[in-house]
């Protein structure tokens, strides 16, 4: 049973412009979200989070949306660069802290 | 910030030998860490959730007897593949939670591969 998913496996962006990463989940009882990046053969890199009594969080290029209602959650990278291209995991906890996390998405930025 | 030493980075060995991964928080203390395996194109998967001074709580599915899990102190945790085989080969993550389970910082992972 995916809790958190992660529709679409791969995206494609040219650089400079902007990477929309999306992610849903089913579980009302999530109550922080975060993205982690990871690249082959390396550990996820945590990226940025959020918790549920906010809509969005902002760190520098990377900013996350969550829409409670809809169950929803998006990370924004602004401007894409070339270092941006990896795997994108989704993950979301409830209080007792353990990380269900979403396929991934793999980001391409092109020149 | 919070890091999480994970060693070693890879290994091969033969299959029936037993493999010990260790995961460290260095700069903090770490009631829970988190053992995750990865196989090639697909996502994380918990296979347990360590607990210092008490047994690991194992998700359905993953063998305990072949997995074993002991976090010993505060800032180690080690997860032992016992009598590898070839299907055991994957990467391997740890996990710890920092700030009163706020953000989880991963190790560098660990590439087994069983030949």
């Known amino acids: 049973d995916q809790q958190v998913k992660q529709n679409s496996p791969s995206l494609s962006v040219q650089e400079g412009r902007i990477s929309i990463l999306n992610c849903d989940y089913t579980?009302?009882?999530?109550?922080?979200f975060l993205w982690y990046k990871k690249y082959p053969a390396e550990g996820p890199t945590f990226l940025i989070s959020?918790?549920?009594?906010?809509d969005k969080n902002e760190d520098g290029r990377f900013t996350v949306f969550l829409n409670k209602s809809a169950k929803h959650l998006s990370l924004h990278i602004v401007p894409s660069q070339p270092g941006d291209s990896a795997v994108y995991f989704c993950a979301a906890t409830d209080s007792w802290g353990k990380l269900q996390f979403g396929a991934g998405t793999q980001v391409v930025v092109t020149p | 910030g919070a890091v999480v030493s994970q060693h070693p980075s890879w290994v091969i060995c033969k299959s029936g030998t037993s493999v010990k991964i260790e995961c460290r928080s260095l700069?903090?203390?770490?009631?829970?860490m988190f053992w995750y395996r990865q196989f090639p194109k697909q996502s994380l998967m918990l296979m347990a959730t360590?607990?210092?001074?008490?047994?690991?709580?194992?998700e359905q599915g993953v063998e305990k007897d072949k997995f074993l899990i002991n976090h010993a102190s505060l800032t180690l945790s080690t997860l032992t593949v016992t009598s590898a085989h070839p299907e055991d080969s994957s990467f391997y993550i740890c996990?710890?939670?920092?700030?009163?389970?706020?953000?989880?910082?991963f190790g560098q992972g660990t590439r087994l591969t069983v030949v």
């Open positions: 579980n009302s009882m999530f109550d922080y």
């Open positions: 959020i918790s549920s009594i906010k």
């Open positions: 996990s710890a939670f920092y700030r009163n389970n706020t953000e989880a910082f």
């Open positions: 360590s607990n210092e001074g008490s047994k690991a709580t194992y």
């Open positions: 700069d903090f203390q770490a009631t829970t």
